[in-house]
């Protein structure tokens, strides 16, 4: 794992999957819930993906020596997309082998 800001993190796909999936209800509800069909929030899925693909392709060198301090030299985007990734649990930390 790479250290990002003196933390290690990783990318929780069932976050993102409960955030982009709609349920939503057949026409009859007497029909059991395997019948249920789900649907995804384009906006929602687009708006996650262009965050996760800005975070990822960030140029910027980091010193981690420095820790946060480093963080100043960071894009503008990069640090809106990773403080909305924390803020909705997309991204969380690495805890000693325990996600």
Same mark, same amino acid.
């Given at each position: ?76 985007? @990069?640090? @809106? ?12 930390? @690495? ?5």
């Amino acid at each position: 794992m790479l250290k990002v800001l003196g933390e290690k993190y990783y990318i929780d796909f069932s976050e993102i999957e409960s955030l982009i999936n709609i349920k939503t209800q057949g026409s009859n509800p007497d029909v059991d819930e395997s019948n249920e069909e789900l649907t995804i929030n384009i906006v929602s899925y687009d708006i996650i993906k262009m965050m996760i693909e800005v975070v990822i392709t960030e140029r910027e060198e980091i010193d981690e020596a420095l820790g946060l301090h480093s963080a100043e030299k960071l894009s503008i985007p @990069f640090k @809106f997309a990773f403080n909305t990734l924390l803020r909705y649990n997309i991204l969380k930390i @690495f805890n000693n082998g325990k996600y």
